[in-house]
């Protein structure tokens, strides 16, 4: 069982940059991928970055692809490091993490969630 806290989220203007974090309790988290999604009002819940168990290997979706950066630490902690931000990337962010051997895009695909956090980004 993994329990997941992000933080982070806030209010910035376009072309600002906020860091996001994952705090994860439980087992141990560097046996889970671990992965971001973003849900913006009236939309489905989409998928935003992911990085490896040991965090050599990372994926993007297109829209953030040269904006976004994400990392773990050596402990339990995942962030999402976010550059020039624009109003259409303004949602909820969600981590997420999966014992599954490899990364998936699909919400299904992730076991554990946390509650998300706000990002809001005005133009």
């Known amino acids: 069982q993994v329990q997941l806290v992000e933080s982070g989220g806030g209010l910035v203007q376009a072309g600002g940059s906020l860091r996001l974090s994952c705090a994860a309790s439980?087992?141990?988290?560097?046996?889970?991928?671990v992965g971001w999604f973003r849900q913006a009002p009236g939309k489905e819940r989409e998928f935003v970055a992911a990085?490896?168990?040991?965090?050599?290997?990372t994926y993007y979706a297109d829209s953030v692809k040269g904006r976004f950066t994400i990392s773990r630490d050596n402990a339990n902690t995942v962030y999402l490091q976010m550059n020039s931000l624009r109003p259409e990337d303004t949602a909820v962010y969600y981590c997420?993490?999966?014992?599954?051997?490899?990364?998936?895009?699909?919400?299904?695909?992730?076991?554990?969630w946390g509650q998300g956090t706000q990002v809001t980004v005005s133009s």
């Open positions: 997420a993490a999966t014992s599954r051997r490899d990364y998936g895009q699909d919400t299904g695909e992730y076991e554990y």
């Open positions: 439980g087992r141990t988290f560097s046996t889970y991928i």
């Open positions: 990085i490896s168990k040991r965090g050599v290997i």
